[in-house]
């Protein structure tokens, strides 16, 4: 939560000239090698990469050179800035880097590692060595990184650190200064003195222990000032001297609950939809669990390592296992194939002949590709740019080249405008993956039906385009159904989670149970995920 802070300071006070922070989960650090940005790689840190992947992380030394960590980061960057922006280009993306635009903010050094205490064939120490040796030009690149302090400190202790910076550590707030804010926040003063005595006391008390992160003390005034639509106060802040709240942990507990209590009742649900608290702290807990196995064990999926910290609706497939969803995957695909396949024979009349057999035997074992291939990429298809009078000219244009390769060749040379820029709603990706799937299939049939016309006469070339559409839309949108695989398995037992899954994540975005990260969603804090994802704390 600190580095979106930081992240907002740093807009606050930016100059025209000065280079945008842009938020980066080093845990993300893995995924460089599978798609990356057009940018050339040395052969050594591509072996580095891929090595992380299979879990074997050779032990490289401090000796990466400036021009080999300057690609490096450079495509890790860019690729970000592609996934996690509509309207920049991978060019683009480069072109910002290059320039000295980008500032860095990389979030959760502590984060690539299972272990508690890294060692020094970790991937924290590999990331400290690659970014010691960033440099833009001649001098030190600049950039943010942030780390828990006793993951820090175990890097220290093996002659490892982030060189030529400067550290800033958070420290715990005193009873003075709770004393302080909470004076400076609250409506009155009198109904806290309970609390601000307590503060007062010579010895640490443990509601004293329990305020004193900002995080802490920033939900107790926030739930002990909620009021109803009479004004009336819902909750007493003299609870929290309570005997039976005698312990950090406890008042930790109690503050959590209200918190998302409070939340759920004060921000309804979207259109016809009902969360109550119990069904939200399910299904943010099943949530929280995935990811707290990930950050705990280290675990990977078919040579991906998990995130401990990001919620990615096209890679949240996992939560329910890593074979379930893909063979869901699988049976989804598989069954519009057939279902297009019996319409085109027994609907539509096709003659089933001896090479239309072999030919859809074929397809149908290539389908067994959506198994084999884990993590299917979204499509930068954007249907929803057909709004704006740029997007509807080229798709014009494109349509135009597809069908006319005459007609558009004389365009290619032409400058198209640049898009607005906006950050990717997490939903629209899952969408625009299922819409790109329909257009890649009907946009297959119709080349077939004019492709066809000129060997067969009639209606045959149109029925078999209509068919070849029907069986190639749910293969060409994988991502999207990927994400339905996901919802089909969580339907019911321990691992359920609701059938409109980006709605209810939306929505807890917008309650302050979770925040945006690019096109991910994040706990709002860290405390919060570890209190849902203990199972006693559950429904």
């Known amino acids: 939560m600190l580095a979106l802070e930081l992240l907002l300071a740093l807009l606050e006070e930016r100059r025209p000239e000065d280079p945008v922070p842009v938020r980066l989960p080093l845990a993300s650090w893995d995924l460089l090698p599978e798609d990356p940005v057009p940018v050339r790689l040395p052969l050594a840190f591509w072996d580095l990469l891929t090595a992380s992947h299979r879990g074997t992380v050779p032990s490289t030394g401090a ?172 909750h007493s802040p003299r609870d929290l001297i309570r005997p039976e709240l005698g312990s950090d942990r406890a008042v930790r507990d109690h503050l959590l609950k209200l918190f998302l209590q409070d939340a759920t009742a004060r921000h309804r649900a979207p259109r016809s939809d009902t969360y109550t608290a119990d069904q939200v702290r399910a299904w943010l807990g099943v949530l929280a669990a995935y990811l707290n196995t990930n950050a705990a064990t280290g675990r990977t999926v078919a040579g991906r390592a998990l995130s401990g910290t990001d919620l990615t609706l096209h890679e949240l497939w996992p939560v329910a296992g890593s074979h379930r969803p893909r063979i869901a995957h699988l049976a989804l695909v598989a069954g519009v194939f057939l279902g297009g396949a019996v319409l085109g024979i027994w609907g539509l009349g096709i003659e089933l002949s001896g090479g239309a057999v072999l030919t859809m035997a074929v397809a149908l074992s290539a ?85 066809a016309t000129e060997f067969a006469a009639g209606s045959a070339p149109i029925t078999v385009g209509i068919v070849v559409g029907i069986m190639l839309a749910p293969a060409a949108g994988s991502a999207g159904m990927r994400y339905l695989s996901l919802l089909l398995c969580t339907r019911r037992g321990p691992r359920a989670l609701p059938w409109r899954l980006g709605r209810f994540l939306q929505w807890a975005t917008h309650a302050g149970l979770l925040r945006g990260a690019g096109i991910a969603h994040q706990f709002r804090h860290r405390e919060l995920q570890d209190w849902l994802a203990d199972p006693a704390n559950r429904p």
Not at 369 to 398: E, H
Not at 422 to 446: K, Y
Request: with cysteine; proline share 6%.
């Open 367 to 451: 389908l067994g590709l959506t198994y084999v291939f884990a993590w299917p990429v979204p499509s930068r298809l954007d249907l929803g740019r057909l709004r704006t009078p740029q997007g509807r000219r080229t798709a014009a244009f494109w349509l135009a080249s597809t069908l006319m390769p005459s007609v558009g060749l004389p365009f290619l040379g032409g400058r198209v405008a640049e898009g607005t820029l906006s950050v990717v709603d997490p939903r629209v990706l899952v969408r625009i993956s299922l819409t790109s799937g329909l257009v890649v299939g009907l946009g297959a049939g119709l080349v077939f039906v004019l492709g």
């Open 63 to 234: 000796g990466h050179t400036p021009g080999d960590a300057v690609k490096v980061v450079r495509a890790w960057v860019c690729r970000h800035l592609v996934d996690t922006y509509r309207g920049i280009s991978p060019t683009a993306a480069a072109a910002l880097m290059d320039a000295g635009l980008i500032l860095p903010v990389l979030d959760g050094l502590d984060e690539m590692d299972a272990a508690d205490t890294p060692g020094y064939g970790s991937r924290a120490r590999q990331a400290l060595d690659v970014l010691n040796a960033f440099q833009r030009g001649r001098a030190k690149a600049s950039l943010v990184l942030t780390c828990r302090s006793g993951q820090y400190q175990a890097l220290e202790a093996l002659e490892v650190w982030a060189q030529d910076a400067a550290r800033v550590e958070i420290g715990r707030i005193s009873p003075a200064q709770a004393r302080l804010y909470i004076q400076q926040r609250v409506g009155s003063s009198a109904r806290w003195q309970g609390v601000l005595d307590t503060l007062d006391r010579p010895s640490p008390s443990p509601l004293a222990r329990a305020l004193s992160t900002p995080w802490r003390l920033t939900v107790a005034v926030t739930v002990h000032e909620q009021r109803d639509l009479d004004g009336a106060y819902l």
